[in-house]
């Protein structure tokens, strides 16, 4: 059973910074693009970066030069390194793993997951 793990959320004030970071487990060879979505209340789930397994980068535009998205493949492991918070950045942040190829059971299988969620809050 593939399963991600999140941490790194809570308070900051605006202009601070936080590291997100989330650790895929289970029986995985391989995964293919690892990336962050938020979703604030009341709004839909939004795109905030990806990174795919060679280390191409997409950006929201609303947090180009201010998130940086990175990857360590050998630890499963995303991270979203976020400087010069805004309020509008508050949101609960969710890590996505896309084209996981795993062993489930006596099965190799393809799929996608997502994590639990972390809460992120910028006071202004």
């Known amino acids: 059973q593939v399963q991600l793990v999140e941490s790194g959320g809570g308070l900051v004030q605006a202009g601070g910074s936080l590291r997100l970071s989330c650790a895929a487990s289970?029986?995985?060879?391989?995964?293919?693009?690892m990336g962050w979505y938020r979703q604030a209340p009341g709004k839909q789930r939004e795109l905030v970066a990806t990174?795919?397994?060679?280390?191409?980068?997409n950006y929201a535009d609303s947090v180009k030069g201010r998130f940086t998205i990175s990857r360590d493949n050998a630890k499963n492991t995303v991270y979203l390194e976020m400087n010069s918070l805004k309020p509008e950045d508050t949101a609960v942040y969710y890590c996505?793993?896309?084209?996981?190829?795993?062993?489930?059971?006596?099965?190799?299988?393809?799929?996608?997951?997502w994590g639990q969620g972390t809460q992120v809050t910028v006071s202004s």
């Open positions: 996505n793993a896309a084209s996981v190829t795993a062993r489930q059971g006596q099965a190799v299988t393809i799929g996608d997951y």
């Open positions: 289970g029986s995985i060879f391989r995964i293919h693009t």
């Open positions: 990174i795919t397994s060679g280390g191409t980068t």
